[in-house]
């Protein structure tokens, strides 16, 4: 028994080194070196994005947003079609992510795809949804914790409490997300597998509790649309008399709260078996968060007294309900700490999945300072220059935007344009100049889905710039304007992209090997 032992660890192990010789093959025929530390498995793949979705995050925040539009049908069944919209998405970007495995997947996949300028704007896409990701999320975490834990458990008066409170208290929780994902992807990982069982755990306590205390079940309500536009809901959204207008600002729910899921493409470099766990990672995020929001969001619905009366409390509306929640007060106090360190851990993980995206675009050396934000630090095997500039970004997107309703609209769109762009560009490049895929393979179904994916985020397109979020409009053609000026007057001379062909790939063999033996890997 103990020869037997010894020889299935044996051949673990050898099958273990295997496969992170053939990650670190495939790396490097991308061009690029393995600089950080691969140790992340497969479950710690996913529970990076489910951290980063966080149902405890966006199914709580912007439940009003579904709620105050079209009632009870708003929640329910636009959470079923929003997620469905970022199924699609995922599915047409697992795709892409088992072929080209690397850190920053969206940039470069862009980059191959579509060409060195196309993926230099995705990556300027990607990274602003990104940071409003982690700047949405800690403003969230400051609102929450100062509602149910200041407030809630220890009776602190902060309803004058007002921007100095708020900027100063985002700035400690990023400050304090950057020095946790400075020590290195260990760390990380052990406190993202850890929001994954949280956020389940608090999601299915959460849930129980509603149902538990709802006066009776009515479940007709999630199938009956409610215009609870203007003042019927509080003034969340403006007034209209169109109810697929509504619907369509009533997304806003799932869609800000599934996204993030690119975070298990940006940290690739640090996944075993990347090929093969990076598209699991995404699809399993997006189905579990759907399945488990969907009943925890129905939930809150269904607790409601009086859904006419809840949809006048506007933003207030889920931490009024969940106030008057009648189980024991030792049971909301673990409820309301549950959900505040799910929301911090989401955030997080933003932080990792950005600095990550930071790292893989400079170094192809698409940033100012590339050379600063690309270096990883030997003694953690992390790109810390790059986890404190995300940061830093992250804490100015919340001065000039400090509202949430923007910030997480901002979020959702730019993101998803970001995921929509490597898409269009596999549209027209699958069969032609794209021709080597990974194990994920959608067959005939692909072109479908990324088509489906790339028409749906035109519609996000439309209800990110909605009233009373309409100052993105200013964030999108800024950016455009920026971007432009930047490609024609510097970029389009000075960036290189990453390496593409064989010749390219082969003039960096000097530089990989220098790289790796910097960080101790060779």
Not at 186 to 194: A, E, G, P, S, Y
Not at 356 to 363: D, G, K, P, V, Y
Not at 396 to 409: H, M, R, V
Request: net charge neutral.
């Amino acid at each position: 028994m103990a020869l037997h032992n010894n020889d299935s660890t044996l051949n673990d192990s050898t099958l273990n080194d295997s496969t992170l010789a053939d990650d670190t093959a495939a790396l490097h025929k991308m061009g690029y070196a393995q600089e950080l530390s691969r140790r992340m498995g497969g479950f710690s793949n996913f529970a990076i994005s489910f951290s980063i979705i966080c149902i405890l995050a966006g199914g709580i925040t912007s439940f009003q947003v579904g709620f105050c539009t079209g009632g009870g049908f708003g929640v329910f069944v636009g959470w079923i079609v929003g997620s469905i919209y970022a199924m699609i998405v995922a599915l047409a970007m697992a795709q892409i992510s088992s072929a080209y495995p690397t850190a920053g997947g969206l940039y470069h996949w862009s980059s191959i795809l579509g060409g060195r300028g196309w993926g230099w704007a995705t990556a300027f896409v990607n990274l602003l949804g990104l940071i409003f990701v982690v700047s949405s999320v800690d403003v969230g975490v400051y609102l929450l914790f100062t509602s149910l834990i200041l407030t809630n458990i220890f009776g602190i008066d902060t309803s004058k409490w007002g921007a100095p409170q708020q900027i100063f208290s985002v700035a400690v929780i990023l400050l304090s997300q950057a020095a946790f994902n400075h020590r290195g992807i260990r760390l990380t990982t052990l406190l993202t597998d850890f929001s994954g069982y949280l956020i389940l755990v608090v999601a299915v306590v959460l849930t129980a509790a509603m149902l538990f205390g709802a006066p009776h079940l009515e479940f007709s309500r999630l199938l009956t649309f409610t215009n609870n536009s203007g003042s019927p809901g509080g003034g969340v959204v403006p007034q209209s008399s169109h109810p697929l207008y509504v619907f369509l600002l009533g997304l806003l729910l799932p869609i800000y709260t599934i996204t993030g899921f690119d975070a298990s493409a940006h940290i690739s470099e640090e996944t075993k078996d990347a090929r093969r766990a990076v598209p699991k990672g995404m699809l399993n995020s997006v189905f579990w968060s759907f399945a488990f929001g969907l009943v925890m969001v129905s939930s809150f619905v269904l607790a409601m007294p009086d859904t006419s009366k809840a949809a006048l409390d506007g933003s207030s509306v889920f931490f009024n309900l969940l106030g008057g929640l009648t189980v024991p007060t030792a049971l909301k106090d673990l409820l309301y700490i549950g959900i505040v360190l799910s929301n911090y851990l989401c955030a997080l993980a933003g932080v990792t999945s950005t600095s990550r995206m930071i790292f893989a675009f400079s170094r192809d050396g698409g940033l100012p300072g590339h050379k600063i934000w690309r270096h990883v630090n030997a003694a953690h095997r992390s790109p810390v220059a790059a986890i404190w500039l995300a940061a830093l970004l992250a804490f100015l997107s919340t001065l000039y935007s400090p509202a949430f309703g923007a910030l997480a609209a901002g979020c959702a769109m730019f993101l998803y344009v970001s995921y929509a762009m490597p898409i269009l560009a596999g549209i027209f490049a699958e069969g032609k100049s794209w021709t080597e895929f990974g194990p994920f393979r959608l067959g005939g179904w692909s072109k479908p889905i990324a088509v489906l994916g790339v028409l749906g985020t035109l519609v996000v397109i439309f209800i990110g710039i909605q009233p009373p979020n309409n100052i993105l409009i200013s964030y999108g053609l800024g950016l455009i304007a920026l971007m432009i000026v930047l490609w024609f007057g510097v970029a389009r001379r000075r960036f290189p992209g990453p390496p593409i062909g064989a010749a390219a790939v082969a003039a960096r063999a000097a530089e990989i090997a220098a790289e790796e033996h910097a960080v101790g890997e060779a």
